[in-house]
């Protein structure tokens, strides 16, 4: 098996030394000899361009490297830009109710002797063969006067977006060059072709389009040269077609697992036997077989599950050796947490604290990975131990998204916060209030809100004090919770950190009072001291009014 060998050199140069750029640009190598160079340049309107082309970047870089084995790499490139998009542009919309988090993007993976590339937006990839510079890459731009830099698609400018998606071999002796509008828009094509064919690196390229750039046409400049030294054998292939089974049954015997028994009345997921171990399988569901979003949907979830490794959640492989499509996961006899409510009654205060800090930990893994779990809620939580040494597992990493990506309401209807009902995408502050309504139900034994169908858009109303439904409970456990369930995403909790260092500091805790909350809900005793004194006042006047007669 040949190994595909290249030179590659990447550049970044701001517009001003002294302000970073808003391009990002780079290019890796894979252990599975693929090779990945992106270039993002955030668009000049957004306020968060930059912070949108350096995600975009390594996005790309992260996703690209932990693909899943079935996807081709020009599979995960489709993937990671559809995903990509919606999370910028949710996250503009969340962060400052408009499309600020947006970049453009051109992408190429390398495999053996193929090329696939991705772009959106006015950066370009060219190819030079032989002397002859062909551009690869389609440019979105408008057309007509003094609409030349407008663009028709980027990422993160609209919820959905249609990228250029192609394919090209490679031959020994190509040069790829990746560059935004600052290099292209400088250098002509004649020029390019004749530095690439001198083996200018990107910084020499950089260099020249600074030099050359007049002041209207100054921008940032990024580039990305890959000279391409001997092709290889593709490292990846197709998809892999591992069949999904009709029909599963107690017996049955797939990869050395013995299938025990199902789970929640389906048989997609098995309680099986292997070598003395217990596992849980999870099977692509049957509508996999017919329908491609689904089974792109189950090779996320199996790419979550397996990628994900930390204590917080179940251990989850899929053999190398799988004849069907199914990932396996660790085993745990243990009962749901809403189980343990209903056999052992509700938390105490340390257990509660253990729990929240257990949930921010495990919700903090997540987001520095750039996700969400999507569906917190006590079914997806395992219970494990005894009464005062309780441990806990999150399950179901099928709900798990990319934060910002979802704008739906996926998720279990209790438990999602107000904005989520009008739109709103998935995001730390939605998890916060999901986090909340699973502590408050720990603590008291229900519903927040009370229970919420599917069908339902229900009016949100200041909960209960969780204190008025358990007396045990301190005041400053009511002000956490009601901080975590506040209605405006405002009065909530700005982050996972702010909320567990006032778990972990109960005497640093601030009463929580809603905007416009009465003064019999923000200090009772006060008001009870105020009515005493209009009543002694009251008592005084007549008094003094009778004996003044």
Not at 50 to 78: C, H, I, M, Q
Not at 101 to 118: C, E, F, I, Q, W
Not at 220 to 227: G, K
Not at 322 to 350: M, N, S, V
Request: aromatic share 8%; net charge negative; charged share 25%.
């Amino acid at each position: 098996m040949t190994k595909l060998r290249l030179r590659a050199t990447s550049c970044v140069q701001p517009v001003a030394d002294t302000a970073p750029a808003d391009d990002a640009a780079e290019a890796r190598p894979f252990d599975d000899g693929t090779f990945l160079a992106v270039v993002a340049d955030g668009i000049g309107g957004a306020q968060r361009g930059g912070d949108a082309a350096r995600k975009t970047v390594a996005t790309y870089l992260a996703n690209f490297r932990n693909r899943p084995r079935a996807w081709s790499p020009a599979k995960a490139l489709e993937e990671i830009t559809r995903h990509l998009n919606r999370q910028l542009h949710q996250e503009g919309l969340a962060r400052y109710e408009s499309p600020e988090m947006a970049s453009t993007v051109v992408a190429v993976a390398l495999d053996g002797d193929r090329l696939h590339l991705v772009n959106a937006g006015d950066s370009r990839c060219y190819r030079l063969r032989n002397g002859t510079l062909t551009q690869l890459s389609e440019d979105h731009r408008e057309t007509g006067p003094d609409r030349e830099h407008v663009l028709r698609k980027a990422l993160g400018l609209a919820n959905d977006l249609a990228p250029h998606l192609t394919s090209a071999d490679l031959a020994p002796g190509d040069v790829l060059l990746l560059c935004t509008d600052g290099l292209s828009d400088v250098l002509p094509a004649a020029d390019l072709a004749r530095l690439l064919a001198g083996h200018a690196s990107a910084r020499g390229l950089v260099a020249e389009a600074r030099e050359r750039a007049t002041p209207e046409t100054l921008d940032d400049i990024s580039a990305v040269v890959l000279e391409i030294e001997a092709t290889g054998t593709p490292a990846s292939g197709e998809a892999e077609a591992l069949p999904i089974p009709e029909q599963l049954k107690a017996g049955d015997l797939i990869d050395g697992f013995t299938l025990r028994r199902s789970f929640r009345a389906t048989d997609r997921i098995w309680l099986a036997a292997k070598a003395g171990k217990q596992f849980v399988l999870k099977f692509a569901p049957l509508e996999a077989r017919t329908n491609e979003a689904v089974l792109t949907q189950f090779i996320r979830e199996t790419w979550h599950a397996t990628s994900l490794k930390a204590d917080f959640f179940p251990a989850a492989s899929v053999p190398d050796d799988a004849t069907a499509r199914y990932y396996a996961l660790e085993y745990f006899h243990a009962p749901t947490l809403g189980h343990w409510l209903t056999e052992h009654g509700r938390f105490d205060i340390a257990e509660a604290v253990a729990l929240g800090k257990f949930l921010l930990y495990a919700a903090q893994f997540l987001l520095r990975h750039d996700f969400v779990h999507g569906d917190l809620k006590p079914e997806n939580i395992l219970v494990l131990g005894e009464r005062g040494a309780l441990t806990f597992k999150l399950i179901d990493l099928g709900s798990v998204a990319e934060v910002f990506s979802v704008n739906t309401r996926a998720g279990t209807p209790s438990y999602l916060a107000p904005e989520r009902f009008h739109g709103a995408a998935v995001s730390e502050s939605t998890e916060l209030f999901a986090i909340g309504v699973v502590l408050y139900e720990a603590v008291t034994g229900k519903l927040p809100f009370g229970e919420i169908e599917p069908f339902q858009t229900p009016v949100f109303r200041a909960p209960r004090p969780p204190s008025q439904l358990n007396p045990h409970l301190p005041p400053w456990l009511d002000a956490v919770l009601l901080r975590a369930l506040a209605v405006k995403p405002a009065e909530r909790y700005a982050a996972y950190s702010e909320m567990r260092f006032e778990l972990e500091n109960p005497a640093k805790v601030q009463p929580f009072h809603r905007a416009g909350a009465s003064l019999a809900e923000r200090d009772p005793v006060l008001l009870l001291k105020l009515l005493l004194a209009i009543s002694l006042v009251v008592n005084l006047l007549l008094a003094f009014k009778l004996f003044s007669r």
